[in-house]
């Protein structure tokens, strides 16, 4: 069965620091794209950041380049988003999300994913 779990979300204050985890399982994990993506409340799905597991591409949307860090660590099945500096505005819930024979770029623009997680919220408030 194919799982992708999300943890790390929660309330952090602006300016903080947070950090989501994305664990994998039933399927070949250095064979996929996994993504970032968020949806805030009447707004549309947007691709944070993607990695390519394989060769350690990455893509960054312009809202969070600077401020997000995409890495992955194969031996464990996770990909991990670094949030820095958060603002109220990156409040939303985060999905990661597996694609086969996509690039990362065109993973968080286009699409592409075979196998979503049901999200995990975060929320950015004082």
């Known amino acids: 069965e194919v799982q992708l779990v999300e943890s790390g979300g929660g309330l952090v204050q602006p300016g903080g620091s947070m950090r989501l985890s994305c664990t994998a399982s039933g399927f070949t994990f250095g064979d996929y794209t996994i993504g970032w993506f968020r949806q805030a409340p009447g707004k549309e799905r947007e691709g944070v950041s993607c990695i390519s597991t394989g060769d350690g591409h990455t893509y960054y949307a312009d809202s969070v380049k600077g401020q997000f860090t995409i890495s992955s660590d194969n031996a464990k099945n996770t990909v991990y988003l670094q949030m820095n500096s958060l603002k109220p505005e990156d409040t939303a819930v985060y999905y990661c999300?597996?694609?086969?024979?996509?690039?990362?770029?065109?993973?968080?623009?286009?699409?592409?994913?075979?196998?979503w997680g049901k999200g995990t919220l975060v929320t950015v408030s004082s």
């Open positions: 999300a597996a694609g086969l024979s996509v690039t990362a770029q065109a993973m968080c623009i286009s699409g592409g994913m075979d196998y």
